[in-house]
């Protein structure tokens, strides 16, 4: 198949990679960081979750977050919601999307949202009723569909079966989540050659976690089964509270400065990028995950440095 010659790339580092942060992340930064990006380009940005702060501590400020942007016109601000007290908050807080999500794996699914995978289709099927009278969004998230921490090996079965149930709770889009990192392009396109055959190409998306170094190798196998939609994190923060051991989203440096090598569009700035992922890095005080972002810093820095 030809690749796709745009693509749409979804900024998730407020969200999927702040969660982690053992540290609060002051609102205000969280704000600068999602105002910065929305700048640069991103039509789409993670902005939030509404989940329990008992279980995220670093997402507790969400309401907060999203009344402080400064909302860009056409962009999409998405935020997690597990319940229909979550969904109460992204609705107050004037949300443009919702993230369900849920999992390919019975044990990550006790781990994460504390209930089956039955039970979460149960829980989120009043929310998304609501949230499509209230016309909001709504994208469905399968984590663990290229492995599990608990489980392992994740069948493909398992995969398109909650694809298909998402589906019928009318998600206008679904991420394939590799959540720890695991899968490799094998694998990669194994899933999406199978659940292409029960939801829509152009709606599905790639969330890659990069701990085993696959993510833009996952990334190439996708854009081969004609996937457009990818999910990545400036400078690659992140991880998952509920997956010891993961590491960030692939970073949005990297995955740019793939796509401009191989001309596909994205509408997005990379130098500007690089810049946002100094700044969070700065910020947090973490070492930039990103190879592309630290490359590009060190050769702007030596450029600025005079020849003695
Ligand atoms: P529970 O303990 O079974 O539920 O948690 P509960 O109803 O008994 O509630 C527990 C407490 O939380 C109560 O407070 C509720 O009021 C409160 P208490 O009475 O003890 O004071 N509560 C809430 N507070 C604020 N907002 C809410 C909310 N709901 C309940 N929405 C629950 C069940 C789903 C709430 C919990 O398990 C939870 O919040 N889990 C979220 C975990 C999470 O955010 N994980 C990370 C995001 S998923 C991810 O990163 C994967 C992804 O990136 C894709 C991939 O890579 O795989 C998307
Ligand atoms: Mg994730």
Not at 221 to 250: D, Q, R, W
Not at 282 to 304: D, I, M, V, Y
Request: overall charge negative; glycine content about 10%.
């Amino acid at each position: 198949m030809a690749l796709p010659q745009s693509v749409k790339i979804v900024e998730v580092g407020p969200r999927d990679g702040l969660q982690n942060e053992k540290e609060f992340v002051p609102t205000r930064i969280k704000i600068d960081l999602i105002d910065r990006l929305s700048a640069a380009g991103f039509r789409n940005v993670e902005s939030a979750s509404f989940v329990s702060p008992k279980w995220v501590p670093q997402m507790a400020d969400g309401a907060d977050v999203m009344a402080g942007i400064a909302r860009r016109p056409g962009t999409i601000y998405s935020v997690l919601t597990p319940n229909l007290r979550g969904l109460e908050g992204a609705l107050a807080a004037q949300a443009d999307e919702i993230v369900i999500f849920g999992a390919a794996s019975e044990a990550f699914s006790q781990k994460n949202i504390n209930c089956s995978i039955a039970e979460s289709i149960a829980r989120f099927e009043p929310v998304t009723q609501t949230a499509k009278a209230a016309g909001l969004r709504i994208r469905g998230s399968v984590s663990c569909s290229l492995g599990c921490p608990y489980q392992g090996e994740v069948p493909v079965a398992s995969v398109v079966d909650v694809v298909e149930r998402f589906a019928a709770l009318g998600c206008d889009e679904i991420d394939i989540a590799d959540t720890i990192g695991v899968g490799t392009p094998k694998r990669t396109r194994e899933v999406f050659e199978a659940v292409t055959k029960v939801f829509p190409r152009e709606r599905l998306s790639g969330h890659f976690h990069d701990t085993y170094g696959q993510a833009l190798a996952n990334i190439y196998a996708a854009l081969n089964e004609g996937i457009e939609i990818y999910h990545a994190s400036v400078a690659g923060l992140g991880g998952c509270p509920y997956a010891k051991g993961a590491t960030g989203n692939v970073a949005t440096e990297d995955v740019l400065y793939l796509m401009n090598g191989l001309g596909i569009e994205t509408g997005i700035d990379l130098a500007q990028v690089v810049a946002i992922g100094d700044f969070i890095s700065t910020a947090t005080g973490k070492a930039n995950a990103s190879r592309a972002g630290k490359a590009l810093l060190a050769k702007a820095r030596s450029e600025q440095t005079p020849c003695v």
